[in-house]
């Protein structure tokens, strides 16, 4: 925090130093280009390398190319549900014993789904990468899938959706945003799934969901960090290497969303302590040049309590309690 009573030499230094900042002159200063490496395994597994020392610590992340997207029509939820299930076990790997084990060496681990992938991913001391890549290698081959296992996992989602989802305030807003600004999209239905699907699925069908989209040829792993090069890839070779090739065949074939001509509006009435209001406009995908604008401009008028909107509606006008966008 800068000192009121600074004296004003210096704070005429330190405005100085902030104009030449954002001068044009520096405006074209671009960070250094990231230095990785990419390497393709014969099963298909595709392998990100970027090493970097300046810290004794290495990142790994595990992504399967799997989302909410991907779900069935009346089999919502399955990726989500994976999510938790790829830490019950695996042939050399104890339920909850994948996370403990990263926990008792010092390093953090976590996993989350959204509409497009499911992602794990672990930050550890860097001379721990082979048991991390280890322990991945072993359940993205030997998963346990049990009737059991499956039976208490769904309770499990079960109840997360009960607590974030239908037991709170607003709870339901994304769902209702989502089914009514698509009409055929996969986007359609949310990550977390409907209660209605989760219980009409059965063992089977979530292994054949596994089984598809759990393979290595729909999977990337990135490894950041402290770690040799040719050490690194001797590891993801003499462990992921022996992951069986998947002979399954990912069909990325989605229904196209039609532009839209006009306003969908929808009023819902519930049991809600406040009245809430959402707008939504469709922008365009990311890695589109204008995807960056686009974000940039979200950022300045909904990110936080000093965004434009949180300013004019909360703090000026006072008709809001909080706005906020995304």
């Not at 200063?29 to 490496?37: A, C, F, G, N, S």
């Not at 595990?62 to 939820?77: C, L, M, P």
């Not at 936080?304 to 006008?317: A, C, F, H, M, P």
Request: charged content about 25%.
């Amino acid at each position: 925090m800068m000192n009121a009573y600074l004296p004003k030499k210096l704070l005429s230094a330190v405005a100085f130093c902030v104009a030449l900042t954002l001068s044009p002159v520096d405006a074209a200063v671009r960070p250094p280009r990231m230095k990785y490496e990419l390497i393709t395994l014969p099963n298909g597994l595709t392998i990100v390398l970027s090493p970097d020392d300046s810290t004794p610590i290495v990142h790994v992340e595990v992504w399967y190319h799997v989302g909410s997207k991907d779900e069935k029509t009346g089999r919502t939820g399955f990726a989500h549900l994976f999510e938790h299930m790829m830490f019950k076990g695996s042939k050399n790997v104890e339920p909850e014993e994948h996370a403990s084990m990263l926990a008792s060496i010092g390093g953090q681990s976590n996993a989350y789904t959204n509409d497009d992938a499911t992602v794990f991913w672990q930050t550890v001391p860097s001379q721990y990468l082979p048991l991390v890549l280890w322990m991945e290698a072993d359940r993205m081959a030997t998963l346990r899938i049990d009737k059991t296992t499956f039976v208490n996992e769904r309770e499990v989602v079960k109840e997360e959706r009960r607590l974030r989802v239908d037991n709170q305030p607003f709870g339901r807003l994304s769902e209702i945003l989502y089914d009514t600004f698509y009409t055929v999209s996969p986007y359609k239905h949310t990550t977390i799934g409907s209660m209605k699907d989760l219980d009409a699925a059965s063992v089977e069908d979530v292994r054949d969901f596994h089984n598809t989209f759990y393979v290595p040829h729909n999977a990337t792993i990135a490894i950041v960090g402290d770690f040799d090069m040719v050490q690194a890839k001797e590891l993801v070779t003499k462990y992921f290497g022996r992951v069986p090739k998947s002979d399954r065949v990912i069909t990325r074939e989605y229904p196209r969303e039609k532009p839209s001509t006009s306003e969908r509006r929808v009023t819902v009435n519930e049991a809600w302590p406040l009245p809430a209001v959402i707008v939504a406009y469709p922008i365009t995908y990311d890695g589109n040049p204008d995807s960056y604008p686009l974000h940039l401009t979200s950022k300045i008028l909904s990110d936080g309590d000093s965004s434009r909107i949180y300013q004019s509606l909360v703090y000026e006008k006072g008709i809001a309690l909080s706005a906020f966008g995304g």
